[in-house]
Nanobody, 126 residues
Framework: EVQLVESGGGLVQPGGSLRLSCAAS????????MSWVRQAPGKVLEWVSA????????YYADSVKGRFTISRDNAKNTLYLQLNTLKTEDTAMYYC???????????????????WGQGTQVTVSS
């Protein structure tokens, strides 16, 4: 059974940083692309970032490019998202997701990712 457990969220001031983690189990982590998505109250789900199975190819939404960094440790079955220079509009529940298909690349849309965890809340406020 696929299990994804996010952690690392919290309350931070604008300009601050957080590091989110996603511990994966129940599947061969190293052969799947992974993603981070977020959802704020009243807003649509946003595909924030993705990383291929090797960790060498990444995707970032324009809204986070240059501020967030996705990474993975295949030896530890863990996905990360470093959040820097946080803004109030980054406030949301953040979820990690596993791509449905194993293999190369990270896919074209978030619709290719249908396994996710319980999420971790990030609140940016002064």
């Amino acid at each position: 059974e696929v299990q994804l457990v996010e952690s690392g969220g919290g309350l931070v001031q604008p300009g601050g940083s957080l590091r989110l983690s996603c511990a994966a189990s129940g599947f061969t982590f190293s052969i799947y692309a992974m993603s981070w998505v977020r959802q704020a109250p009243g807003k649509v789900l946003e595909w924030v970032s993705a990383i291929d199975m090797t960790g060498r190819i990444t995707y970032y939404a324009d809204s986070v490019k240059g501020r967030f960094t996705i990474s993975r440790d295949n030896a530890k079955n863990t996905l990360y998202l470093q959040l820097n220079t946080l803004k109030t509009e980054d406030t949301a529940m953040y979820y990690c997701r596993k791509r449905d298909a194993a293999g190369l690349g990270y896919g074209a849309t978030i619709d290719e990712y249908n396994s996710w965890g319980q999420g971790t809340q990030v609140t940016v406020s002064s």
